[in-house]
């Protein structure tokens, strides 16, 4: 079964950074491109991120370019978002999500940015 | 970017309706669009990709169709547990974009 555990939000003050991480299982992690879609709350759905296994491809959002960075770890299993200079806007809850087709997701971390 | 305009926005309906949601791509996507369902406080599960291949385990009640600009997502007779929000996704080109959604409720 396919798992994806989401973890590191929390509130954080405008101009701060935080790092979420992805702990997945269930599938060969290292096959897999990867991605992160963020929920304002009582919003819709945002693409932020994807990392493409066949061609190491990474994109972006154009609302988080130059700030957010994405990163893989397959020894460990993991995915990770480092967030720098966050904005209030920034304030959602973020998915990890499998496949560039975003066939599976966590369960979600809540980021708060206020001051 | 590629918009997507989903429609409609909110819709309400009985228990075995039959109903059905657009999404509208601002420019050709060929088949590279999913469906999605959300409830209130979850995370969004896929039910359709490809425009109309089912995703594992997703009753054959949902069904999608279309190509080029213009999918549809449609349940054949609504269950009590299909209420919930809708979402479409193309997935053809970067910056990926999800249609605003579809709330639909019990009438």
């Known amino acids: 079964e396919v798992q994806l555990v989401e973890s590191g939000g929390g509130l954080v003050k405008p101009g701060g950074s935080l790092r979420l991480a992805c702990a997945a299982s269930?599938?060969?992690?290292?096959?897999?491109?990867m991605s992160w879609v963020r929920q304002a709350p009582g919003k819709g759905l945002e693409w932020v991120s994807s990392m493409i296994v066949r061609s190491s491809s990474i994109y972006y959002a154009d609302s988080v370019k130059g700030r957010f960075t994405i990163s893989r770890d397959n020894a460990k299993n993991s995915l990770y978002l480092q967030m720098n200079s966050l904005r209030a806007e920034d304030t959602a809850v973020y998915y990890c999500?499998?496949?560039?087709?975003?066939?599976?997701w966590g369960q979600g971390t809540l980021v708060t940015v206020s001051s | 970017d590629i918009q997507m305009t989903q429609s409609p926005s909110s819709l309400s309906a009985s228990v075995g309706d039959r109903v059905t949601i657009t999404c509208r791509a601002s420019q050709g996507i060929r088949n590279d669009l999913g469906w999605y369902q959300q409830k209130p406080g979850k995370a969004p599960k896929r039910l359709i990709y490809?425009?109309?291949s089912l995703h594992s385990g997703v009753p054959s009640r949902f069904s999608g169709s279309g190509s080029g600009t213009e999918f549809t997502l449609t349940i054949s007779s609504l269950q009590p547990e299909d209420f919930a929000t809708y979402f479409c996704?193309?997935?053809?080109?970067?910056?990926?974009?999800f249609g605003q959604g579809t709330k639909l409720e019990i009438k």
């Open positions: 999500v499998r496949d560039q087709w975003l066939g599976y």
């Open positions: 996704l193309q997935h053809n080109s970067y910056p990926y974009t």
């Open positions: 269930g599938f060969t992690f290292s096959n897999y491109s």
């Open positions: 490809a425009t109309s």
